[in-house]
């Protein structure tokens, strides 16, 4: 095995001699230590041509703000739900208790983990393998699927916000996390140590689970009395109602439950028309399991583009965010920032390199709610999109993509089946390609 070599005085003195010596890199270190690397980098003429307008908008309303949590799939997801709630109540704005979503979803969670677990330390899996290490790591983080927010949607519907409001956790869920996480890794600590009372363990765990997410979120109701005042000022009244009538009788009509989940994993050895899925991920035992169908990028687009020209509806999706964005401004485009022109790098990984060597995963959820199209009818430009970060920044909140960003950034969006072609639905009743549980497809959970 060869040493590593320590860098030696010499090399330090030549890099810093080679650095002086350039009249660039004394211009960007000047340039980037008062300004900061963002506002020296953005490219000027790409950032004023980014345009906000569009063939076609699909008017959300007042965007969300998911605060300092990592919930952007239940907010996402519960924005495409709430543009069809409003349409079938003829409300303006309306808003689903992301909280509540997020409390069902944690409990599920607990006990889907737990149970996980236990088949693996039942089955000898060491403590300190890969895979447990991961899953002990990864645990009680906010994040999920598509699939993963109508499984919690199916079995506990759900609610108006103002009849299970935010609270101090709900916005800021970094201490609530830590004390499950602390909580669950000890059950999986005596779950080694006892084996044999691994039931027990898991039970009182559940019990603990429940008691934890209840004191910081409050006890989410089981039935309640909804009425409302439409937008052209009828009042209206259903009387009592549960969460899951609630969901069914209001965006039921959509299907959302049916969608299927296309993504865009451009590894070679995966190959497009395919299902695949990522071992131990999901969070409502005996709810559908997180796969994905592989498909071109393109195909993805021509999906979102037709959605949102002929149903008119919000399409859900998920990306790398942080590449080539302007937040206060809300834009991104694959040229925006000209940080190896600052730098004097050559960033020339594809998206295949960056999803392989770590580069590159979903890190975030929003809505598509608007295209342009050029004259030709199916050439996309850019796109909008819902954020959930609130209106103070970007286009109150919207967002601007450039369709080459896309094509680089997005890797997953939520479609109907019936958009597919019929080699795609025979590829859904195949078993799908199960990846490991830190594969970057399952980054977003």
């Avoid at 920044?393 to 993509?401: E, H, L, Q, S, V």
Wanted: charged share 25%.
């Amino acid at each position: 095995m060869t040493d590593i070599t320590p860098l030696s005085g010499d090399e330090l003195n030549k890099l810093v001699d080679d650095f002086e010596a350039s009249e660039h890199n004394r211009m960007a270190m000047n340039a980037v230590t008062t300004a900061g690397i963002d506002k020296v980098a953005r490219n000027y003429d790409r950032a004023r041509l980014m345009q906000r307008r569009f063939s076609t908008v699909v008017d959300n309303g007042t965007v969300t703000h998911q605060d300092r949590s990592g919930r952007c799939w239940l907010f996402s997801s519960l924005n495409v739900a709430r543009f069809v709630a409003k349409q079938n109540m003829g409300l303006k704005e309306f808003e689903f208790s992301q909280n509540y979503a997020m409390y069902y979803d944690k409990l599920e969670r607990v006990n889907y983990f737990l149970k996980d677990v236990a088949k693996l330390v039942r089955a000898g899996e060491p403590a300190d393998s890969r895979l447990m290490q991961h899953l002990l790591s990864d645990v009680m983080g906010d994040g999920g699927q598509w699939t993963m927010a109508m499984n919690v949607y199916k079995k506990y519907g759900a609610v108006p916000k103002d009849l299970f409001p935010e609270t101090e956790s709900s916005r800021n869920t970094g201490e609530m996390n830590v004390q499950l996480r602390r909580m669950l890794h000890t059950a999986v600590a005596h779950m080694y140590a006892d084996p044999s009372a691994i039931d027990a363990i898991i039970a009182d765990a559940v019990a603990a689970g429940h008691r934890i997410l209840t004191i910081h979120l409050g006890e989410p109701p089981k039935s309640f009395d909804w009425e409302w005042t439409d937008k052209d000022g009828e009042f209206h009244r259903d009387g009592e109602i549960t969460p899951v009538e609630f969901w069914k009788k209001y965006v039921g009509s959509a299907d959302l439950e049916s969608y299927v989940c296309l993504v865009d994993d451009p590894r070679q050895e995966h190959v497009k028309g395919k299902k695949i899925g990522i071992e131990h991920l999901g969070n409502v035992a005996g709810g559908d399991p997180t796969e994905y169908l592989n498909v071109p990028n393109q195909f993805m687009k021509d999906c979102v583009r037709q959605i949102l020209q002929e149903q008119g509806i919000p399409v859900w999706f998920g990306a790398d965010c942080h590449p080539m964005m302007d937040r206060e401004n809300g834009a991104w485009a694959t040229d925006l920032f000209e940080y190896g022109r600052v730098y004097g790098v050559d960033f020339d990984l594809d998206k295949e390199q960056r999803v392989r060597f770590g580069d590159s995963a979903m890190n975030h959820a929003m809505a598509f709610v608007g295209v342009d199209v050029d004259e030709d009818g199916h050439t996309t430009r850019r796109w909008r999109v819902e954020n959930s970060w609130g209106d103070k920044i970007a286009d109150k909140g919207y967002f601007t993509m450039s369709d080459d960003w896309f094509t680089e950034y997005v890797y997953e969006v939520a479609v109907p089946k019936v958009l597919l072609p019929a080699e795609y639905l025979k590829a859904l009743e195949e078993p799908a390609t199960m990846l490991p549980a830190w594969d970057p497809m399952g980054a977003l959970a």
